[in-house]
């Protein structure tokens, strides 16, 4: 499978505090991509990071990418009650037909 | 500037009845992606459609699923003869391009088998 797999599973931090998520995934890709989703409501579009970029930054966000683990990492600076969310990372496909979701991270940000 | 728009936002059916899910893509977007997602999941991609056209679904079961995207009307996701199994979020993305650029979400359509 190329499903890529979040870690941690879920994570609980106060206010304030940084949130680190992690992504693994299996193949080559173009380009990764970060999602957030609340509960039932559907997944929004965070930040695009290309194979030849190492590092992105977009407001509160840092993601960077190592090809050569096949790793990506999602920080989210200064963490506040409404990110709260599940994060989701996604690789596009060789034929850019269909995406690839992970288990996502469960965040829990605490006021 | 609506966004991607998916009905019903629940649905529920007996074991056996056929089950509906509509999306309308956002203004301007002409792919479609259809997605499932079980309880503490991520989304598993089931197809791809352009206007009129199927073009991947790699991820459909072979049976009692079906999707169309007419060139008029919203994208159709259809499920014959539904089981308990089939109960999950369903979720439509549009973009404007093939895979290079962020998908566009619908906030999903609950099914829930009786």
């Known amino acids: 499978s190329q499903q890529g797999e979040e870690d941690p599973q879920a994570l609980s931090i106060q206010e304030g505090e940084n949130a680190t998520m992690n992504c693994s995934y299996k193949t080559s890709i173009n380009n990764l991509q970060w999602y957030r989703q609340n509960s039932g409501r559907g997944l929004v579009h965070l930040i695009l990071i290309r194979s030849n970029e190492r590092e992105k930054h977009s407001g509160r966000l840092r993601v960077t990418l190592d090809t050569s683990k096949k790793s990506s990492s999602l920080l989210i600076t200064a963490s506040r009650a409404a990110d709260t969310a599940s994060y989701f990372c996604a690789t596009e496909s060789n034929t850019g037909n269909q995406f690839y979701f992970g288990t996502g991270t469960s965040l829990t940000v605490i006021p | 500037n609506a966004g991607v728009m998916q009905n019903p936002r629940h649905l529920v059916r007996r074991r056996g009845q056929e089950a509906r899910l509509r999306c309308s893509p956002m203004?301007?977007?002409?792919?479609v992606y259809w997605y499932r997602q079980l309880p503490e999941e991520g989304l598993k991609f089931m197809v791809y459609?352009?206007?009129?056209?199927?073009?991947?679904e790699s991820g459909m079961p072979k049976e009692r699923f079906s999707a169309e995207f007419p060139k008029e009307g919203p994208s159709i996701l259809r499920i014959q003869q539904v089981v308990r199994g089939d109960s999950a979020a369903y979720f439509c993305?549009?973009?404007?391009?093939?895979?290079?650029?962020?998908?566009?979400f619908g906030d999903g359509t609950r099914l829930s088998i009786l």
């Open positions: 459609l352009q206007k009129e056209n199927i073009i991947d």
């Open positions: 203004k301007g977007h002409s792919h």
């Open positions: 993305a549009s973009s404007p391009g093939n895979g290079k650029q962020p998908q566009h």
